[in-house]
Nanobody
Framework: QVQLVESGGGLVQAGDSLRLSCAASGRIFSSTFMAWFRQVPGKEREFVAG????????YYADSVKGRFTISRVSAENTVYLQMNSLKVEDTAVYYCGGDRGGYSTMHSSYEFWGQGTQVTVSS
């Protein structure tokens, strides 16, 4: 069973940067799709960015394309989300998740999740 622990959230101002980390314990198979989602109260968890663990192909939501970068370091079993030019509307709890079935932007298909880390962007 894979367990995920996110870190790196915090309170920043608009235009600042943050880097989130997602450390995994347990084996992540090359076919696994790892992704960052975010959620605000009253709304569904939404896909932000994802990466194919084996080959490293990356995918982004339109709202973050050009500002966020997802990466992974296999040797560290860690996924990162570099967030630049942060906006107030990026405020949310950010979750790291894994889908053994491959690419997916639907949170319901993910088998394992971290506990989340709060990102707050002030104007």
């Amino acid at each position: 069973q894979v367990q995920l622990v996110e870190s790196g959230g915090g309170l920043v101002q608009a235009g600042d940067s943050l880097r989130l980390s997602c450390a995994a314990s347990g084996r992540i198979f090359s076919s696994t799709f790892m992704a960052w989602f975010r959620q605000v109260p009253g709304k569904e968890r939404e896909f932000v960015a994802g990466i194919r663990w084996g080959v490293g192909n990356t995918y982004y939501a339109d709202s973050v394309k050009g500002r966020f970068t997802i990466s992974r370091v296999s040797a560290e079993n860690t996924v990162y989300l570099q967030m630049n030019s942060l906006k107030v509307e990026d405020t949310a709890v950010y979750y790291c998740g894994g889908d053994r079935g491959g690419y997916s932007t639907m949170h319901s298909s993910y088998e394992f999740w971290g506990q989340g880390t709060q990102v707050t962007v002030s104007s």
